[in-house]
Structures are given as C-alpha cells and as structure tokens.
C-alpha cells in the first residue's frame, strides 16, 4: 500500500519560477526522502530530512516536515529546465532495514 | 564509479518464460532491494536484503524470488513470468539511509 502521497500529481511551470510539491503520509515516520526522477532513468536521492526536523535546505531545495499534519513540502526555488522530472516522497518506519515507502509522485515539467 | 548496475535493461519474454534479473553495487552497502514501477504508481518493494545471507518479502512478492549471491549482487527471479509483471524493474542500494538505484530494467511480457 502506498504511504505517501503527492501533490499535485503534475505540476507546468516558467523557467525561474518556484515549484512546490507536497506530500502526505499516514502512518507515524522515522525519517522522510525526496527523490528525483529522469525519464528513462532510475530514481537520485535529494533530500532526507528527520522526524525531529522541520526544515532542510540543499541548495535550490527546502524540505520542511511537520509531523503533527503528516505532510512534508519540497520548494524548489528558480527552476530551471533540467529540473523537469518526477518528484517523490518516500518514508521509513525505522528499523534496521531501512524499507522505504513510496508515493505515486509528482510530474513537474518546467518550460524555457 | 558505476554504482547500481542493472542486467539487462531490456527484456521481452512469452508467457511462462523464465528469468533472472541482475544487479550489482560496488559501493560496499550492506542492504539492497528490488522494486516495480508501472505507470501512475510509485516503487512498489518486492524483497529486500537487509544484510548478505538474508532477504525478506515486502510488498508484492507472490511471482518473485530472490538471492543475495554475496554482499555486491542480488538477483530477482520470475520463474513463470505472467502478463501482470510487465513492468519496470529498479534494484537499490542502501547503507543506513538513502537508496541508490540502477537505471532499470524494462520488462515485457507477452
């Protein structure tokens, strides 16, 4: 079953614009992912950010995290074309296995 | 510096064929997974390893079988492949925290 969950699921914007990407969850979290993407190509790992966290920067990303609401955000700042691709949010429980879950993900398209 | 690396990237197979998915990682990680991708959905887990000499199911595991041959390479097999596992294929890498992933292998199944 999918934990997480994106939104939107497809989101179009102009080169040197913000995008935003949400996510919720539904079950209690250790730690929480963003992953990218490519078409064709398998998935790069962005941003990590804890349950004891609320903010992370890397970057061009902000990550916050709120637990009481079960939902995350990823603010990509002054995008650029090479950052179209598919965003998603994956969580993991603890545990020594580090099992992620994975959510359906965003399709973000950014125009020249 | 080739981290995962998934064989083959392609595949088509008949209905009842069977066949072993590759991977291996040279970063020197203690767990690895594998994981489908149909389209509209996120990765959804098959099995895992969590360390060489042990695997376990996730979520999807019923067609599926796997083997952790050494710490660098685990395999994902279909011994009778059905129409439903057409998909795509990502084997990942951990070390306490974020996957790494191969690039996929494309699987079709008539």
């Known amino acids: 079953s999918q934990q997480g969950e994106e939104d939107p699921q497809a989101l179009s914007i102009q080169e040197g614009e913000n995008a935003t990407m949400n996510c919720s969850y539904k079950t209690s979290i250790n730690n929480l992912q963003w992953y990218r993407q490519n078409s064709g190509r398998g998935l790069v790992h962005l941003i990590l950010?804890?349950?004891?966290?609320r903010e992370k920067h890397s970057g061009r990303l902000r990550v916050t995290l709120d637990t009481s609401k079960k939902s995350s955000s990823l603010l990509i700042t002054a995008s650029r074309a090479a950052d179209t691709a598919s965003y998603f949010c994956a969580t993991d429980s603890g545990g020594s296995n580090y099992k992620l879950t994975f959510g359906k993900g965003t399709l973000l398209t950014v125009n020249p | 510096n080739a981290g995962v690396t998934q064989t083959p990237k392609f595949q088509v197979l008949k209905t009842g064929q069977s066949m072993t998915l590759q991977c291996a990682q040279d970063?020197?990680?203690?767990?690895m997974y594998w994981y489908r991708q149909d389209p509209g959905m996120g990765l959804r887990l098959i099995y895992y390893s969590a360390s060489e000499g042990t695997t376990d199911k996730g979520e999807v595991p019923n067609g599926y079988n796997v083997s952790r041959l050494n710490k660098r390479e685990f395999s994902l097999r279909l011994e009778s492949a059905a129409p439903s596992q057409t998909s795509v294929y990502f084997c990942?890498?951990?070390?306490?925290?974020?996957?790494?992933f191969g690039d996929g292998t494309r699987l079709s199944i008539l």
């Open positions: 990942a890498s951990s070390e306490m925290g974020p996957q790494h």
């Open positions: 950010i804890r349950s004891n966290e």
């Open positions: 970063m020197n990680h203690n767990s």
